[in-house]
């Protein structure tokens, strides 16, 4: 079943025993941030010229050490600096720690890299022969009036599972308030076997669901995890949609594999809607859904975080 007037959404959004959308506003901080997710501090902002780099702090006095630091790794090749003729050329420096050793079970994660509308951060720089993964520099040039700038990156919270939901024919879902309803499932589509590499989805069936109320939220941005009648997670498929208790297999060197040999990882997802604004949404499957007892979802939301009332000048003037 296939319609030109489909418009693809990169992901649902969070369903279970949710009332209400989450929290997506900016985060907005001056100069520092610190949670759970980790933390961001502002070292300083510096002034390049052809032979020496001055750098004063948040409250715009002097930073010496960060200047003769930032002198040495710029004379010593390991960082460039690019200026712009005729405007304000400076160097932001953050430290940055993102917890990547608790990335994967945290349910906040933080961005490691920044942007400003006039450049974005690189990474880390060879400091004193060992990398400083953590201090992030943003080489920016702005009109020269400008006096104060902002960083921005983001905030990822990822969201409870919403309980086991039943999946069927008639089943109501809800996402985040959004409340909806499965009206039909489609018939199988065969698996193409024109040379597609492994990686090709195998069979696939639509199910379609209806938005009961228009009133209610359009979401985005979700993951499902689906259970057969055992209650066991199903995550392997043949190129059927039949359940296996498999690994699936990942092609390295383009070798094309005949489909009966194939297993693919199981998925249930695609975020669909027929029209723009419109009430009916399509879920693409590679699972035969007479196979799915219930599905949940996971659902991140991400949000800005903007870090601003950086001094672009120190106090009193140039330093």
Same mark, same amino acid.
């Given at each position: 079943?296939?319609?030109?007037?489909?418009?693809?959404?990169?992901?649902?959004?969070?369903?279970?025993?949710?009332?209400?959308?989450?929290?997506?506003?900016?985060?907005?901080?001056?100069?520092?941030?610190?949670?759970?997710?980790?933390?961001?501090?502002?070292?300083?902002?510096?002034?390049?010229?052809?032979?020496?780099?001055?750098?004063?702090?948040?409250?715009?006095?002097?930073?010496?050490?960060?200047?003769?630091?930032?002198?040495?790794?710029?004379?010593?090749?390991?960082?460039?600096?690019?200026?712009?003729?005729?405007?304000?050329?400076?160097?932001?420096?953050?430290?940055?720690?993102?917890?990547?050793?608790?990335?994967?079970?945290?349910?906040?994660?933080?961005?490691?890299?920044?942007?400003?509308?006039?450049?974005?951060?690189?990474?880390?720089?060879?400091?004193?022969?060992?990398?400083?993964?953590?201090?992030?520099?943003?080489?920016?040039?702005?009109?020269?009036?400008?006096?104060?700038?902002?960083?921005?990156?983001?905030?990822?919270?990822?969201?409870?599972?919403?309980?086991?939901?039943?999946?069927?024919? !008639?089943? %109501? &879902?809800?996402?985040? /308030? =959004?409340?909806?309803?499965? @009206?039909?499932?489609? #018939?199988?589509?065969?698996?193409?076997?024109? !040379?597609? %590499? &492994?990686?090709?989805? /195998? =069979?696939?069936?639509?199910? @379609?669901?209806?938005? #009961?109320?228009?009133?209610?939220?359009?979401?985005?941005?979700?993951?499902?995890?689906?259970?057969?009648?055992?209650?066991?997670?199903?995550?392997?498929?043949?190129?059927?949609?039949?359940?296996?208790?498999?690994?699936?297999?990942?092609?390295?060197?383009?070798?094309?594999?005949?489909?009966?040999?194939?297993?693919?990882?199981?998925?249930?997802?695609?975020?669909?809607?027929?029209?723009?604004?419109?009430?009916?949404?399509?879920?693409?499957?590679?699972?035969?859904?007479?196979?799915?007892?219930?599905?949940?979802?996971?659902?991140?939301?991400?949000?800005?975080?903007?870090?601003?009332?950086?001094?672009?000048?120190?106090?009193?003037?140039?330093?």
């Amino acid at each position: 079943m296939r319609t030109k007037s489909l418009i693809i959404l990169a992901a649902f959004a969070s369903i279970g025993a949710v009332s209400q959308l989450p929290d997506t506003s900016d985060v907005i901080v001056k100069q520092n941030y610190k949670s759970e997710a980790g933390s961001i501090d502002l070292a300083g902002v510096c002034k390049p010229s052809e032979s020496e780099i001055s750098c004063w702090n948040g409250e715009g006095l002097p930073n010496d050490v960060l200047g003769a630091e930032l002198t040495e790794v710029y004379k010593k090749g390991d960082i460039t600096i690019n200026m712009k003729y005729g405007h304000k050329n400076r160097l932001i420096v953050f430290d940055v720690d993102d917890r990547p050793d608790r990335r994967s079970e945290a349910k906040l994660v933080l961005q490691k890299h920044l942007s400003t509308p006039y450049g974005s951060s690189s990474s880390g720089y060879q400091l004193r022969n060992k990398y400083n993964e953590n201090r992030m520099l943003i080489n920016l040039a702005v009109p020269k009036d400008q006096v104060e700038s902002q960083a921005t990156t983001s905030l990822t919270e990822k969201l409870e599972p919403s309980p086991k939901l039943e999946f069927k024919l !008639g089943a %109501r &879902l809800e996402f985040f /308030g =959004a409340k909806f309803k499965i @009206v039909k499932i489609g #018939e199988k589509q065969p698996a193409d076997d024109s !040379g597609s %590499r &492994l990686g090709s989805p /195998g =069979a696939q069936w639509l199910v @379609v669901l209806v938005r #009961e109320g228009a009133e209610t939220p359009l979401p985005q941005g979700i993951s499902w995890t689906i259970y057969g009648e055992d209650g066991l997670q199903i995550r392997s498929v043949n190129s059927e949609g039949e359940p296996l208790l498999a690994i699936p297999t990942y092609d390295s060197g383009g070798t094309r594999i005949p489909k009966e040999n194939r297993v693919f990882q199981a998925s249930l997802g695609g975020g669909v809607y027929a029209d723009a604004g419109g009430d009916e949404m399509y879920m693409s499957t590679n699972l035969n859904p007479a196979r799915i007892k219930s599905v949940v979802a996971r659902c991140s939301v991400t949000r800005n975080l903007i870090i601003k009332g950086i001094p672009l000048e120190p106090k009193g003037g140039r330093p």
